[in-house]
């Protein structure tokens, strides 16, 4: 009797593993995306962190400097990694003023601001100075 092998377990094998390979692939791209979103999230909830700690102490040093200026604000608490910038910057308006802290990661892809409007306090008649809001 005489045996005739016509491929078909190998073309099977072949499509089997082609598959497996196929699913491996898509599997660690699927993987690389995620990752690259939850990085990306981080640096956001990084830079939204380092814009109120900057707004923090940027009005905290204008109050006791007793001047408002715009500056870029040295990392005296050790927020930062390296590359990564704190400032405030000032508007007046014809009541108050508004600070608005921004902080930037090193890589500059990620940069948020927080802002705080500050009014004179009417009741106090010594200059005391009040926050009307506070914007993200």
Avoid: H
């Avoid at 499509?15 to 995620?34: D, H, I, Q």
């Avoid at 909830?45 to 715009?70: H, N, P, V, W």
Wanted: proline share 2%; net charge neutral; with cysteine.
């Amino acid at each position: 009797m005489e045996r005739r092998e016509n491929g078909f377990l190998t073309y099977a094998v072949l499509a089997m593993g082609t598959g497996l390979l196929a699913a491996a692939v898509m599997t660690a791209r699927f993987t690389f995306f995620e990752i690259k979103a939850a990085k990306d999230y981080y640096r956001a909830a990084q830079a939204a962190y380092l814009a109120e700690s900057a707004l923090a102490i940027g009005y905290e040093k204008c109050k006791a400097d007793g001047k408002f200026t715009a500056a870029a604000l040295p990392d005296s608490y050790g927020l930062t990694e390296p590359g990564d910038v704190l400032g405030i910057r000032i508007s007046s308006f014809y009541e108050g003023i508004m600070l608005s802290g921004y902080g930037v990661t090193a890589d500059g892809a990620v940069a948020k601001t927080c802002s705080i409007r500050v009014v004179p306090d009417k009741r106090a008649e010594n200059g005391d100075l009040l926050i009307d809001w506070v914007r993200y």
